[in-house]
């Protein structure tokens, strides 16, 4: 149940689950029951909220403690490790999501879990040992590099002795799947410092990676005699009864090797490079190892972290490594089976253009990218086409309904990653990417024409403002294609539409207002529209359509030299204040702000100073959700100006009466 209706389970019956779960956590004469109360608690607290674990937090840490005291004594005695082992499992789990809230309480199990990973060496306890350093490592992320330091060398140097017995174990030993993973972590913890170790910890990870799975055609009588599912075999019927068989014992290990070599790589950087040429022959060809699609998600995860990694080598190396790789992703993505796997490889091509910059490609290279975005939103189309067909057929009802809303969802997480290749591209390439544009020019067009949904033409609009930002000399020769529809969505009902139209106006405006000028000043009207809308902030995505077309009025207002009714415009425009969610257009709507007061506007300033009071709330919003945290000087204005009133003494103590608890809170603060 915690997993199934996670995580509405969790919000609205914590209450009634977890004290039972500590009362049957009591019931010693019976250790299996303990074990399943234990088991349930992992679930339960696996899919916790951070608030709301925090309120039972030490009430399930006294008890767990208390358990294991006594359990633990037991071990010692007559051998019982059925309920320590789930204890030290479900300690992990709690650790992992109170994360810095279980700080207080390290000290309480830290000297019991060196204990046992320093004692627990007899083979029949080597699961044991297993959960403990796995439960070691999740604490040491939970409180901290700082606070774990303490023990940190203390725990490494058990973590080589315990590596250092690897020659002894036995290939299904349990815990290396353990030991790779607390190692990952411990990488996490301690950072560069880590380097020293990986030399001890490469080689089961290299080899575990490597492990090639046994693989089998037979026909379905064989099938049956000589391949049993308890040897680990699984099977899936091909044509003319033939079967194809694959035997999984090692699959999971396999994925988790290959997943904490991600963690290395991407944390290590240059301290990684070394082994970086060694683990992309590994991983690379595991772009199309279709037994195991977690295996396809770290190969390609990786990628860009192993370019990133043998940067410090040289351009040359970088070079030939991405010439092995690129071949091989661009073969993968259009045969990836899984959507999801597909959009992960899309997202590394993506960082590795990104890293690379323009000419990563090769043109022939540039063109079969062409044909795999041409092929993916071909896709979308077919299935959009096949769900209009499926909703007028007489098998249609809710639950049909629900499968296509699913696949719609799958089609929109798709388009969105087309629309990050083209972004990355247009802004490592600019003007010199049209040609390739061009191309993908119809089907983009095609995105914004009549009975699209909403979402086609928010995907579209994105590339188009990618087009203005980073072409914009160029903008004016493609007007056709998404002036017409950019303005028509400014109000459009969906809002990432709304808000893809609202912030290619604010580029027409910064950089295109030369060519661009009467249309922004045609735009103004259904910008303020916009933002006035009645839905225009109940949730985060109207929210981010409406800061959007408050920070193009913002533009507009700035970069438009004649023709703004700034007498009309910029009461307005102050009164949509504040602008919290969206940090990039903030620092735009925040910069002109401080421009505005510096040049003691009235209409910001109010007759008699009369809008000093919301000038003075807008800042405590931006200072309350960090709004400026990417425009420190933006925010530095800001403040100074806050100083400035502050310094008027009577004038501040009226003002703040007008502020909310949280506004002044929060102004007080960054100004003390």
């Known amino acids: 149940l915690s997993s199934d209706f996670a995580p509405r389970l969790q919000d609205h019956f914590h209450n009634k689950i977890i004290p039972t779960l500590l009362i049957i956590l009591d019931d010693f004469p019976n250790p299996r029951v303990q074990t399943h109360a234990g088991a349930a608690l992992v679930n339960f607290c696996d899919h916790c909220s951070k608030h709301t674990l925090g309120i039972y937090l030490e009430s399930i840490v006294s008890k767990l403690q208390n358990v294991l005291k006594i359990k633990l004594q037991e071990l010692i005695e007559k051998g019982n490790k059925l309920v320590v082992e789930q204890m030290v499992t479900t300690l992990s789990v709690v650790a992992d999501s109170a994360e810095e809230l279980f700080t207080p309480y390290y000290d309480l199990f830290m000297p019991t879990l060196k204990y046992l990973m320093a004692n627990a060496s007899d083979k029949k306890y080597r699961l044991l040992r297993g959960k403990t350093v796995e439960c070691i490592s999740f604490i040491g992320l939970a409180v901290g590099k700082e606070r774990f330091m303490q023990d940190a060398q203390e725990i490494l140097d058990m973590l080589f002795k315990v590596q250092s017995e690897r020659l002894e174990w036995e290939p299904d030993d349990p815990q290396i799947p353990f030991m790779i993973g607390a190692w990952a972590r411990m990488c996490k913890i301690i950072g560069p410092a880590f380097v020293d170790y990986l030399p001890y910890v490469i080689h089961p990870l290299i080899q575990a990676a490597s492990m090639k799975p046994e693989i089998a055609i037979v026909d379905s009588v064989e099938a049956e005699q000589n391949f049993s599912e308890d040897d680990g075999w699984e099977f899936i019927t091909l044509a003319d009864q033939q079967k194809f068989g694959i035997k999984t014992a090692g699959l999971e290990d396999k994925c988790t090797a290959m997943q904490m070599l991600v963690v290395y790589a991407k944390d290590l950087k240059e301290g990684f490079a070394d082994y970086a040429e060694m683990v992309s022959k590994i991983m690379v060809p595991h772009l199309r190892f279709y037994f195991h699609e977690m295996v396809r998600a770290a190969a390609a995860e990786i990628l860009p972290y192993l370019l990133e990694c043998v940067q410090c080598k040289g351009p040359a190396v970088v070079i030939s490594m991405w010439s092995y790789i690129s071949v091989k992703l661009l073969e993968a993505i259009p045969l990836e089976p899984d959507p999801e796997i597909s959009e992960l490889m899309m997202d590394s091509l993506c960082k590795c253009i990104n890293l690379l910059g323009a000419n990563c ?98 995907w579209s609009l994105c590339i188009f403002d990618d087009l203005l930002e980073f072409a914009s000399q160029n903008a004016v020769n493609y007007q056709e294609y998404f002036l017409h529809p950019m303005l028509a969505s400014i109000c459009d009902t969906y809002a990432p539409t709304r808000q893809a139209a609202a912030y290619g106006v604010g580029v027409l405006a910064e950089k295109c207002n030369k060519d661009f000028s009467q249309v922004c000043l045609d735009a103004l009207s259904p910008l303020m529209i916009s933002v006035q809308n009645p839905e225009a902030r109940i949730d985060k995505p109207g929210i981010h359509a409406t800061e959007n077309a408050i920070s193009a009025i913002t533009k507009i207002c700035k970069f438009i030299e004649h023709g703004v009714p700034l007498d009309t415009v910029l009461p307005f425009w102050f009164s949509s204040l504040p602008v919290v969610e969206d940090k990039e257009e903030a620092c735009h709507v925040y910069s002109y702000l401080c421009d505005l007061i510096d040049r003691n506007n009235t209409h910001i300033l109010g007759t008699n100073n009369s809008n000093v009071p919301k000038l003075l709330g807008i800042i405590g919003d931006v200072v309350a959700h960090n709004t400026l945290s990417d425009g420190e000087h933006v925010l530095q204005r800001l403040l100074a100006i806050a100083r400035h009133i502050q310094a008027s003494g009577d004038v501040w103590d009226a003002c703040l009466q007008y502020l909310t608890k949280n506004q002044q809170s929060a102004l007080l603060t960054a100004l003390s």
């Open 361 to 458: 490609l090769t043109t022939e290279q540039y063109g079969k990218l062409v044909d795999i975005l041409k092929d993916q939103l071909e896709t979308c189309f077919l299935r959009f086409k096949h769900h209009q067909q499926k909703r007028e057929d007489e098998d249609y009802d809710e639950q049909v309904e629900e499968e296509l809303e699913a696949e719609n969802e799958s089609d929109d997480n798709l388009m969105r990653k087309v629309a990050d290749v083209m972004h990355v591209l247009f802004a490592t390439h600019g003007s010199s990417l049209l040609p390739l544009f061009d191309q993908l020019l119809p089907t983009f067009s095609d995105m914004l024409g009549e009975g699209r949904p909403s979402s086609y033409k928010q």
